[in-house]
């Protein structure tokens, strides 16, 4: 393998960066690594017990995440943590000041919700047990302390929800290492209106030739609402062979087809483990989109984007500014 990755996408979460991922993956002069998220870099979520996506890896086992690259080939992989890690940009800085960062942001309440969702989906050593958002909101500073925990948790920075919409902090993290040239911001909503604009913009910035052939574009890694955690638990661990269903798995894995083994697991996903993605109430919404206000403010003057217009911020009064230099 190269030195280090050509390329990062180092985050938001839920807001298409698994799409992305999965587009750039279908152009022939880019390699990207499996599995998508290696974390490699962010070394202050890595501690304690190995646990899913947060397994630790030696260099040489983090190279072998680019098996089959080719030499003329971009390295990329998308650890959407990278955003979020205070370790993450220095870390990537020290293997490959050259690296390219790609990071897009989406819309602060809209994403916490969607995000919640997502962590309630998450095998507990990694997720949220507590359905309640407005709770889960409020039990932030108790967890930082160690407390109101998910019995089984692993990696309680996914769950300090108040961290994630800290925009401008984190922006700032990569440009101050690898200066503005370096560092590509996007917008979801821009990325959900036009996947094809912003992914040929996206090749621009890699200095890559657009495709001939078309590529397909999808919907990856949607939100929705637990209907049965022992029954998302099941779907989980036999379709990856998890723990005792590791026997049954590799049964049904020589009999069955790949492809009628993902419709069977989707139909118990979709009918069984999942309910329809819920809608947030609109007085919390409110009372959300004032509490972020500073940090939208911030993030707009860190990336030079109106998104306190953009996002609908404009009419919402705050009695808590925060400034730019505050985040130095």
Known sequence: MKACPDFFIAGNSKSGTTALYHFLAQHQSICMSNPKEPNF???D???GESVGAFTRRSWEEYSCCFAGARPEQLL???SACYLYSHAAAASIFKANPDAKIIVI?????DFLFSYHLQMLQNPVSEGETEKNFATALSLEASRKQGDGLPAGCLVPQLLYYGERVKYAEQLLRFKERFGSDQVRVYIYEDFKADNEAVYGDVLDFLGLEHPRTPITFETHNKSRKVRSKTAQNFAFNLSHGRGWYAPLHRAIKAVVPRSARRVLTRSVYQTVA????PQIDEALKAKLKQRFLPHVKAFSEVSGLDMVKRW??????TTQPLRVSELM
């Open 45 to 47: 979520f890595l501690h």
């Open 41 to 43: 870099f962010a070394k």
């Open 274 to 277: 999942f309910k329809p993605k």
């Open 76 to 78: 990329g992989e998308g």
């Open 312 to 317: 609908g911020y404009a009419e919402i009064k």
């Open 105 to 109: 942001f989406r819309e602060p309440v």
